[in-house]
């Protein structure tokens, strides 16, 4: 069964937008776990306008299950995540200023500088991950650098699977052969929702888990948290 771990963000940007602690951000994340979800995912930017790096810190006792923290490996990140130590911290290349990713990493380029920054993180016992577009030599490169695993960029899958092209998943069906043949363990993420999951998890070989915020929390403000979190789990056996 694929993992479920939901990005919490957009909690964190609804209780931003009025200040204090409504919605109670650490809530959430206890019931999303008491739901059945099995991993609690955040990205702190630089800005803070969702996550605050405070929240980070708050969470670490809270989150029971699997708790993964992305962003760019910029040095405060990478001191927080070392102070937090989740289990698992995937590599984003978000732009300063950026409202959400819209890239994979150029694992070639930035081959050295990944491969330190992996390293200081597998050195203090925590599974590393790198967002990547489904690419073969992206795929490649990541394996070079000794990342754990990757995270495939899913925005261009969702939105032909939204136009009825179904054959947008070829790419990463492909990516995910090689990810297996070059033993990368296999994440996904970023505009998956109820109406195209169950369809990419079924064609994805050897897929262990994916990260789901913005349209888990959309769904959930008309079927209700709970609900949608046991939607997401069925759909993923």
Known sequence: MTKLSVNINKIATLRNARGGNVPDLLKVATDIQKFGGQGITIHPRPDERHIRYQDARDLKPIVYTEYNIEGNPQHNFIDLVLECKPEQVTLVPDAIGAITSSAGWDTIKNESYLTEVIQEFQRNGIRTSIFVDPIAEMIEGAKKTGTDRIELY???????YGLGNKNGIDPYVKSAVL?????????????????NIQFFHQNIPGLLEVSIGHALIAESLYLGLENVVNMYLHKLK
């Open 154 to 160: 899913t925005e261009a899958f969702a939105h032909q």
């Open 179 to 195: 990810a297996n043949e070059l033993g990368l363990g296999i994440n996904a993420g970023h505009d998956l929702s109820l109406d």
